[in-house]
């Protein structure tokens, strides 16, 4: 299903071979969120708020959106409803690392958290690399400036106790404060943990070190994609600069999840998990 301008949908449709057009359908909407709008811009009748309004009436099994994060996950959020538990959703990137792949969260979806969302995110991480990548005893790590104890800025070290104190799902464990280096390894984490302000620069300085060498490491593709963790159904955001290859990515990302039913795993492994009994209140969502 299409979701946006007929005029639009209908330049797409005309590219494909007639079998291919039988399979699409076009849901027109003449409002879409720019990147320069509010992200409760989400809110009224547009594109990204169509298209989630579709999962959830069960027209759709997913979104994948190329538009403004803030938006995507505002309409998730709202539409999908968040997770008990979960104040903040997270956006999980994979990246391909030289001893397998490491999954990258926050990189959008909550710029300025405090420790206890952090903390959360830990589990989210922790569970959606057992689930989507069937990593064994996954260890989480906390992006800083060094390995040593207390390295980092206020954040980092108010963090740091409360991953210790997490109960990570799937015989996660927290293996410390890790730095840049240790995501292209993955020899010390297999999750990582971050800020969402922090983790998109990290992302796109990393698909920019891709480019210049030629592409990614062997073992994986770039991280094209990224899963919105921690609401009610499958929701996948592509980079707002993407491509055909890009886009046909995240179509992909998503369809796997969907079939894994990702999403209603990851929150059934956290649903033993009590809720936080101090979260954060403060914390700032990604602007469009």
Request: aromatic share 2%; hydrophobic share 45%.
């Amino acid at each position: 299903m299409l979701v946006g301008p007929i005029e639009v949908a209908d330049e797409l449709i005309g590219a494909l071979d007639p079998a291919q057009r039988a399979r699409v359908t076009v849901r027109p909407v003449r409002t879409a969120v720019g990147m320069a709008d509010h992200p409760t811009a989400a809110r009224g009748e547009s594109t990204v708020r169509t298209a989630v309004q579709a999962v959830h009436d069960g027209l759709a099994d997913a979104v994948v959106s190329a538009g403004s994060t803030g938006a995507t996950v505002t309409a998730a959020a709202l539409g999908l409803g968040r997770w008990t538990g979960i104040r903040r959703p997270a956006l999980a990137a994979t990246l391909p690392a030289v001893e397998g792949p490491v999954v990258l969260l926050d990189v959008g979806g909550t710029l300025e958290p405090g420790p206890a969302t952090l903390a959360r995110h830990a589990l989210l991480g922790a569970a959606y690399a057992s689930v989507a990548h069937a990593v064994t005893a996954p260890r989480v790590g906390l992006l800083s400036v060094g390995h040593e104890t207390g390295k980092g800025d206020r954040l980092r070290r108010a963090a740091a106790p409360a991953l210790t104190a997490a109960p990570l799902p799937c015989d996660g464990r927290y293996v410390g404060l890790v730095e840049g280096y240790d995501i292209s390894l993955g020899a010390r984490a297999d999750v990582v943990v971050t800020d969402g302000f922090t983790g998109n620069v990290l992302l796109k300085a990393i698909e920019g070190a891709y480019a210049m060498a030629g592409g990614p490491p062997s073992r994986g593709g770039a991280p094209r994609a990224a899963a919105l963790l921690g609401v009610g159904g499958t929701v996948v955001v592509c980079h707002g600069a993407a491509g055909s290859e890009d886009v046909a990515s995240g179509i992909a990302l998503a369809a796997h999840l969907w079939r894994r039913d990702a999403a209603g795993t990851v929150r059934a492994l956290l649903a033993d998990i009590p809720p936080d009994p101090a979260p954060d209140r403060h914390d700032t969502e990604v602007a469009p």
